[in-house]
């Protein structure tokens, strides 16, 4: 699971009605919203979205791209509306011609492969040879980030189910039992803040995810072999601004997931000290924390950045502040096609599996270029290059706020 600083993940869970606090499942940020912001509500014409949608946020009535009038602002919000109202009509027929596999089963699936591939590497790791252990790592690796990534994010946005009951149990599972953290923030910062309020300075613009005082290449080759200490310390210190239920819900659920990877370390795989165990511990949880940290900075911050009271609609909001890398099989199977090659598709409807994003993918990229609206793509090597290069300006001093003129 994403993870943030405690300082700024406190700051947002102490408005949240006393129930939970905000942390990311891929990224993204924000205080809570400051007093007087509606929290995400429901809208009828993208509904397929999402089963909310942000509210106006401060001041939204009133202001108008670029300095548009307020009356030709009203005219361009509703063309706005009426484009995202016809690209959910185009995605909605797909889906209700999709079968329960193509909606749920495919993602099922890679997550229940990477759960019988757990044996097989915890065996492995019984092995004198370099090359079965080195294969043992790799696989309790990979199926690690798989479920604590992929997993958490699907449930996180109840797209593993059609049932929302089974997905509360499905989000504990995977955010607290495997990626020792707490169901509710990552919840709350992920989809309502940070899909709520995408690149919205203050709120979702993922800025919980720098750290100025650390340099380039200590940050982006260093920093994220800490990910697997830093995610459950973060979630000890978030759980005072959560109910006690919930709070020893998530500690005996984070207890038992390391506990039970100790353990299977030290009797199935034959470790013989407790340190031993510790760092293979260590070694296997941040195999992909470097892709996992770079795909949460290079697909939204060095985007265009809004103001809370000065952000445009939904579709613009999404296709200017949202970018996707290419198809990659290790990243794509270990965190799904909507963090990688569907970003942009998942933040436009993010109630939709990994696989159903891939399956819209070719009908959101035509209709976004057709109508003339960005659909950023980039590589992941030119997005290292462009943050190694500009990491003070992107990384280290505040993003500029974008100007809305010329956006029709």
């Not at 942390?23 to 509606?38: A, I, L, M, N, V």
């Not at 910062?189 to 750290?211: F, P």
């Not at 892709?291 to 060095?302: A, C, R, S, T």
């Amino acid at each position: 699971m994403p993870l943030e600083d405690g300082d700024a993940s406190r700051r947002r869970g102490q408005q949240v009605n006393g129930e939970v606090s905000g942390t990311p499942c891929t990224g993204g940020k924000g205080d809570s919203p400051p007093r007087g912001t509606p929290a995400p509500s429901d809208s009828g014409t993208e509904a397929m979205a999402e089963d909310w949608e942000p509210g106006p946020a401060l001041g939204d009535r009133d202001v108008t791209p670029g300095g548009v009038p307020q009356r030709a602002g009203q005219e361009l919000g509703r063309r706005e509306e009426a484009l995202m109202a016809e690209l959910s009509e185009l995605v909605q027929k797909v889906v209700k011609s999709s079968s329960w596999w193509e909606r749920h089963g495919v993602d099922i699936t890679i997550l229940a492969c990477s759960f019988l591939l757990l044996p097989a590497g915890f065996l492995c790791l019984r092995s004198a040879q370099a090359i079965p252990f080195l294969a043992g790592v790799l696989a309790l690796g990979v199926v690690h980030h798989t479920l604590t990534v992929k997993g958490s994010h699907l449930a996180s946005h109840n797209a593993l189910t059609e049932s929302k009951s089974w997905g509360k149990v499905w989000a504990i599972f995977f955010i607290e039992l495997c990626s020792a953290f707490t169901a509710e923030q990552a919840t709350y910062n992920h989809v309502k803040i940070h899909h709520g309020y995408t690149n919205v300075i203050g709120l979702g613009d993922s800025s919980t995810w720098k750290l100025p005082f650390l340099n380039r290449y200590v940050y982006m080759f260093i920093a994220p072999l800490a990910v697997p200490i830093l995610t459950p310390l973060v979630a000890l210190d978030l759980l005072r601004n959560v109910e006690w239920k919930a709070a020893l819900r998530t500690l005996c659920c984070m207890f038992l997931g390391l506990y039970c990877h100790y353990w299977l370390l030290l009797h199935v795989s034959g470790f013989q000290s407790p340190w031993s165990a510790l760092l293979c511990m260590l070694l296997t949880r941040s195999l992909l924390a470097h892709p996992y940290i770079h795909v949460n900075i290079f697909q939204h911050i060095g985007l265009p950045m809004f103001a809370a009271d000065r952000k445009p609609k939904r579709i613009h909001l999404m296709s200017l502040g949202v970018l996707n890398l290419p198809r990659n099989a290790l990243l794509d199977w270990s965190f799904g096609h909507s963090l990688i090659s569907c970003h942009v598709e998942h933040h436009l409807f993010p109630s939709l599996s990994d696989n159903m994003c891939l399956k819209i993918k070719p009908i959101v990229s035509q209709y976004l270029k057709q109508k003339k609206l960005p659909y950023n793509e980039d590589t992941y090597t030119s997005r290292l290059r462009l943050f190694l290069r500009r990491y003070e300006e992107l990384m280290v001093h505040a993003p500029p706020i974008t100007e809305l003129v010329g956006i029709q």
